[in-house]
């Protein structure tokens, strides 16, 4: 049973556009993660939310963290080649370093120059 | 800091053989590593958590004794897939934790 569901699961847009990608669950969350993947290697973390209703900017992404804590959004501004990957969410309960965590579905981003 | 490795980036073995992932922190210490499977294009699926000094925990599903783990020392957990089969040839990947979770590069098993 996927607990996280990403929307889009794939997403080909031109350089300078706009989009948002959504990650859903039935589950409340202690913290959501996202985290970026390339071609043949691990995910690399963009940002960590544990509040409800967070809102964390990393120059052009922007996070949001649901009021409840069962959904996030990452929008990403004037999308760059750069930005190409498979994103993926992952939802975390309780904290500290047992903190097991949950992939969503991912969501599959091409930004064609 | 934060650098996690995972030895070798792939491997190529025959149908039958035993294959020996390592994943290692490079500049902390881990009393928890975790490993993950990614098939093409899809995202990563939780096998098991490793704990230090003690026996992993297995998510639903997953067999440990094809998927045997140990987590040796505090900067060394290893995951050996026992007797691979074609159906084995994944993505592994492993993490470890400091509060958050650091990923290895990963490892690509291919089985023949």
């Known amino acids: 049973t996927q607990l996280l569901e990403q929307s889009p699961q794939f997403l080909s847009i031109q350089e300078g556009e706009n989009l948002t990608v959504y990650c859903n669950s039935s589950?409340?969350?202690?913290?959501l993660q996202w985290y970026r993947q390339e071609p043949g290697e691990g995910p690399v973390l963009l940002v960590t939310?544990?509040?409800g209703g967070e809102v964390k900017k990393l120059k052009r992404l922007t996070f949001q963290f649901g009021d409840a804590r069962k959904d996030s959004s990452l929008h990403i501004t004037a999308a760059q080649p750069g930005d190409t990957g498979l994103y993926l969410c992952?939802?975390?309960w309780g904290g500290g370093a047992t903190n097991k965590l949950i992939f969503g579905t991912g969501t599959l981003l091409a930004v064609q120059p | 800091g934060a650098v996690v490795s995972q030895h070798p980036s792939w491997v190529i073995c025959k149908s039958g053989t035993s294959v020996k992932i390592e994943c290692r922190s490079l500049?902390?210490?881990?009393?928890?590593m975790f490993w993950y499977r990614q098939f093409p294009k899809q995202s990563l699926m939780l096998m098991a958590t490793?704990?230090?000094?003690?026996?992993?925990?297995?998510e639903q599903g997953v067999e440990k004794d094809k998927f045997l783990i140990n987590h040796a020392s505090l900067t060394l957990s290893t995951l050996t897939v026992t007797s691979a089969h074609p159906e084995d040839s994944s993505f592994y990947i492993c993490?470890?934790?400091?509060?958050?979770?650091?990923f290895g590069p990963g490892t690509r098993l291919t089985v023949l």
């Open positions: 490793s704990n230090e000094g003690s026996k992993a925990t297995y």
């Open positions: 939310v544990v509040t």
């Open positions: 500049d902390f210490q881990a009393t928890t």
């Open positions: 992952a939802g975390g």
């Open positions: 589950s409340v969350f202690s913290s």
């Open positions: 993490s470890a934790s400091r509060r958050e979770q650091f």
